[in-house]
């Protein structure tokens, strides 16, 4: 067998630490910083913290944006020339909805991996506060029928076809193009299914909340977060959140249902925000005297048909349905994690951690079940995003993804001996994104 066909040998990735700026509610302190302002305050915060200013520091940067205006074509390129990296470094853009960030931190690693990087960051952004106005559709087709025009007459007759009601701007939804139901409304359909109650998602709630602010009195984010226009906190965080106080909110989603239970307080609100994660090989963190948090694992990708199963109730009869307890929009996690788990030979209880991600608390409940449903032993609640997760935090969708990571290594390295942690991200399209870090 000749060289070129042998395998290749793979290095362990290791992640060396993360900064974001804290994340800001829709149209507030960030209304007017835009996709690459943020990114390149988080990237420049992870360069400052970690020396990656010389030429040649970073291999590649990998980031990316689910609300992208025209402007923010090249997005991970342009971040890195307005930052303080060298301009040399190469980068590209990578979309995945809210499974982005995750899927930036896999794209880096499988070349760190090969040995074709020795270091690389990835990362994402987004606002919901500049989100971007698309022409009026009926406009658009009578502006290119006008340029299209071979006279003057003509294209002046095509021009007259404008109405008032064409200056209206798209304004982009939080809607399933197959489906036109919010995201909102799809967790809806899957908390009936599975029968998720009203006080549980308000239960995990305000444990988000509590535990993200007992990280952040203890210190716990000093070197994760940077501060960005006058904050230096999450601004969702609301250390006061309560049972009783959440059990005052009125539902939101899934109104035309019977006992309707997904409120404001406990769905994740419309976030602006940045996050990054620096990764490496082992050889390079220790050139540099950096000590590895934690090592990315294992790494698994899930869709799952909620076109024709969370429409239709959760994917079958009775709470939950299917084989893995229906194809509802955000469930794609339900089949990815006992797939990486069966390959890594591992089951729940060998995990000390696990951060699912919060887009609702409903999503995280319906989650939980689904894996039990499937074998899996139940997840102690006491391992569950130990330091808060996306409903006390706010959810910026491409840079979730580099937060957990960043986040759930930390935790990891703050303990004594081996420990492993898992990463569950639900996303839209009904895809899931998972993975395993663990710490030697």
């Known amino acids: 067998m000749s060289d070129s066909l042998q395998p290749p040998v793979t290095r362990r990735v290791a992640v060396v630490g993360g900064t974001r700026i804290p994340f800001a509610r829709s149209d507030g302190p960030y209304a007017t910083a835009s996709n690459q302002e943020m990114l390149t305050a988080a990237l420049d915060g992870l360069a400052e913290r970690y020396g990656l200013r010389e030429p040649g520091a970073v291999g590649e940067f990998v980031a990316g944006a689910v609300l992208k205006h025209s402007r923010d074509f090249n997005l991970a390129r342009e971040t890195v020339l307005g930052s303080g990296l060298d301009a040399r ?151 006061g959140s309560t049972v009783e106080k959440l059990a005052t909110l009125k539902p939101v989603f899934g109104l035309d249902g019977p006992n309707p239970t997904m409120t404001a307080g406990n769905s994740t609100p419309l976030t602006d925000g940045a996050a990054t994660v620096l990764l490496a090989s082992e050889e390079w963190a220790r050139a540099r005297g950096l000590k590895p948090l934690a090592y990315l694992t294992a790494y698994e990708t899930a869709a799952v048909d909620f076109v024709h199963g969370d429409v239709t109730g959760g994917g079958g009869e009775g709470a939950g349905g299917g084989d893995a307890g229906g194809d509802g929009l955000l469930m794609a996690p339900a089949y990815a994690v006992p797939r990486m788990l069966e390959r890594a030979g591992l089951g729940i209880e060998d995990f000390d951690l696990v951060e699912i991600h919060e887009a609702f608390a409903s999503q995280v409940l319906a989650t939980l079940a689904a894996w039990e449903k499937q074998g899996l032993a139940p997840v102690d609640r006491d391992r569950l995003n130990v330091a808060g997760s996306s409903l006390a935090t706010g959810h910026p969708f491409a840079a979730t993804g580099a937060r957990v990571v960043a986040t759930l290594a930390k935790l990891l390295a703050e303990r004594e001996g081996p420990a492993r942690g898992l990463i569950s991200v639900c996303a839209a399209g009904g895809q899931g994104v998972t993975a395993i870090l663990e710490k030697a």
């Open 89 to 239: 470094t190469p980068a590209y853009d990578i979309q995945q909805a809210c499974g982005t960030g995750l899927q930036a931190v896999i794209a880096v690693a499988n070349k760190i991996m090969l040995g074709q990087l020795e270091s690389g960051v990835a990362g994402g952004a987004d606002t919901a506060s500049d989100a971007p106005l698309a022409l009026n559709d009926r406009l658009r087709r009578i502006l290119l029928e006008a340029r299209r025009a071979k006279s003057p007459g003509a294209r002046l007759k095509a021009l007259t076809k404008v109405r008032p009601s064409h200056l209206v701007p798209d304004v982009p939804r939080n809607a399933e193009p197959r489906t036109r139901l919010s995201m909102g409304e799809h967790a809806a359909v899957t908390a009936r299914a599975w029968g998720i109650g009203r006080e549980a998602q308000d239960e995990l709630a305000a444990a988000s909340h509590r535990k993200l602010a007992a990280a952040y009195e203890r210190g716990f984010f000093q070197d994760l977060v940077v501060p960005f226009r006058g904050l230096e906190r999450d601004q969702n965080l609301r250390p």
